[in-house]
């Protein structure tokens, strides 16, 4: 395959799911083999294993050819074996000291046996590499992915030898113009492999990907798709549900896909009682299992439906930020963490910002009874005039939806948070809601804008692009940027729209432990005293539809500089990134738990 540079990449983004044609549903679920662990790993901040000295691309005669010397004579400038290591899943920001601040490339390097039986495939498949991936087999370039939090594989069939493998990867986390994030974010830049590492063996033929979920506006009628991979394309395939007793059974037609639709009697998902079934796709030659929970997402008028009935979005807004350790979440003890602080909460709802979190987190939300808000980092001034940029947007909504499509507790795609009105980017954002709109048309679609000042007090949410969604996101920050607390006494909102409101940001930053009077900043008190200002103003606004403050836990990022206070990082969190609560914590809770028990504020 012949190597193409970096920036020519960025502008095929848009097919970044590597040689398996797509991506590996359910990875989980199939006969994996981990490549966690330890590796070995080469800092390259000029990207001199990638480029030659005219800065020509080529790889695969640089680290990635993992040159041993032939004689004492041959000169070799670099050595994985006198490097040192990094442990796979994990930022590299967190693993030594002199990378906190790291950007740039880092090469990756893990060896590996594998008995691969003839007639089997194998693929490699990471969970996410930020932001920049360029992998390579035994020197041989397998291809490229662009865009740092959802997954990608590549089929090694070919390449895989018994013994000796040595698997490469460069991952760079320049920050860059036209990326998607663009330079500009309040979070850290964490860069590196920062989820799981696994071979994926499947049959010559298998169960590439799936759909099923209940039809749009059905309570009984599930509704969906298969899709096999390889040269047996036309096969009977069933999808059962045993619980229900259901099996649907199709044909799959020349190009391995099929719909798969009929009625089965299901006791319907919710985060009352977050019923999952089992799953069983099974084809002539491969079978897959899964937990699938089924519920329908509607929205009617100024109402957002969960099977039916009006429904109020108790949430908080995390990043992917790891408790206790900090640095990217990736665990399952992480996720556990996480969501477990929302439910004691007395949350139903996560908006997991600013872009798609690891897996386990939708799948737990799933079996905890967590609706989800999921969104991609289209974040501020990002370049909405650049076809590459779109592309790049795109081909991560595309990848966020393949991953998740199956998840009951998925229920808003978000498009955007907080990007600046005008044209291009109306168009640019209305054609993203399109795209989702086709990709799934069985989720709502949102995104994070931001409301303006009609007059002094009355908060205008008339954002042109409300009409393109289902639910509007609004980010407002009433008595922390924008005037004291009180501020919000006096705050009525509107909009024209006809359609419900989730105010997916408020707070205010505290120093857990930082005790003084209710006027000093950064203070719990002063925190405190938004939440409750907030709420009093939350309360009336009559098409408000849920809440998702900013944010669970604080997080690390390079813009919040404030010594003694901040040390980088942002403190609006209701828990210190050491797992203590902040006093607004128990603000929040308190107000959560009376929307439980009387109903939202009307
Ligand atoms: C926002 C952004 C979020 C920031 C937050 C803040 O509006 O959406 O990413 O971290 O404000 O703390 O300023």
Known sequence: MRMVGVMAVLMVAGGAWGQSGGPIQNVAGRKTVSLNGSWQTIVDPFLTGYYDYRWQPDAEHGFGANRKPQSKSELVEYDYDRSAHLQVPGDWNMQRPELLFYEGAIWYKRDF??????????????????????????GKLL?????????????????????GNFLIAMVENQRRMEGVPTVNTDWWNYGGLTRDVQLVEEPETFVQDYSIQLEKGSRNRVSGWVRLNGTRLGQ?????????????????????????????????????????????????????????????????????????????????????????????????????????????????????????????????????????????PVYWTIQFGNPQTYANAENQLLEMIARDKNRASVILWSMANETPL??????????????????????????????????????????????????????????????PPEKADRIQWKTPYDKPLVMSEFGGGALQGYHGDELTIFTEEFQSRVYQHQIG????????????????????????????????????????????????????????ESVEKEGPPR
């Not at 969970?127 to 992998?135: I, K, P, R, S």
């Not at 872009?355 to 737990?364: K, T, W």
């Not at 291009?424 to 989720?443: I, N, Q, Y």
């Not at 813009?559 to 003694?564: E, S």
């Open 113 to 138: 046996d594998y008995k691969l039986e003839p007639g089997r495939r194998l693929f490699v498949h990471f969970g996410a590499a930020n932001y920049h991936a360029t992998v390579l087999l035994n």
């Open 143 to 163: 291809g490229e992915h662009v865009g740092g939090f959802t997954p990608f594989s590549f089929e090694i069939t070919a390449l895989v030898r018994e013994k």
């Open 236 to 376: 009977k395939v069933t999808v059962e549900i045993p619980e229900a007793g259901a099996a649907f059974a199709v044909t799959t037609d020349e190009r391995g896909y099929a719909k798969v639709a009929g009625e089965a009697q299901l006791t319907l998902w919710s985060p009352e009682n977050p019923k999952l079934y089992e799953v069983v796709v099974e084809a002539e030659t491969d079978r897959v299992r899964d937990s699938i929970g089924f519920r329908t997402i509607e929205t009617s008028g100024g109402n957002i439906l969960l099977n039916g009935k009006p429904i109020f979005l108790r949430g908080i807004t995390m990043h992917a930020e790891a408790p206790y350790r900090t640095g990217r979440a990736w665990s399952e003890d992480d996720a556990r963490t996480l969501l477990g602080w929302a439910k004691e909460l007395h949350a139903n709802f996560v908006r997991l910002a600013h872009y798609p979190h690891d897996e386990r987190m939708v799948r737990l939300a799933d079996r905890m009874g967590l609706l989800v808000w999921a969104e991609i």
């Open 422 to 483: 005008g044209e291009a980017r109306l168009s640019f954002l209305s054609r993203l809601v399109e795209r989702a709109r086709r990709e799934d048309p069985t989720r709502l679609i949102t995104a994070a804008l931001q409301a303006h000042y009609a007059d002094e007090t009355t908060e205008m949410m008339d954002d042109p692009l409300g009409q393109f969604l289902d639910v509007l996101g609004c980010n407002e920050y009433v008595g922390w940027y924008d005037g």
């Open 537 to 592: 103003m939350l309360k009336r606004i009559p098409f408000l539809r849920g809440t998702s403050p900013w944010v669970l836990m604080d997080f690390r990022s390079p813009k919040r500089t404030l010594p003694g206070i901040q040390d980088y990082f942002n403190r609006k969190g209701l828990i210190s990134e050491r797992g203590q609560k902040k006093a607004a914590f128990f603000v929040m809770q308190q107000f959560y």
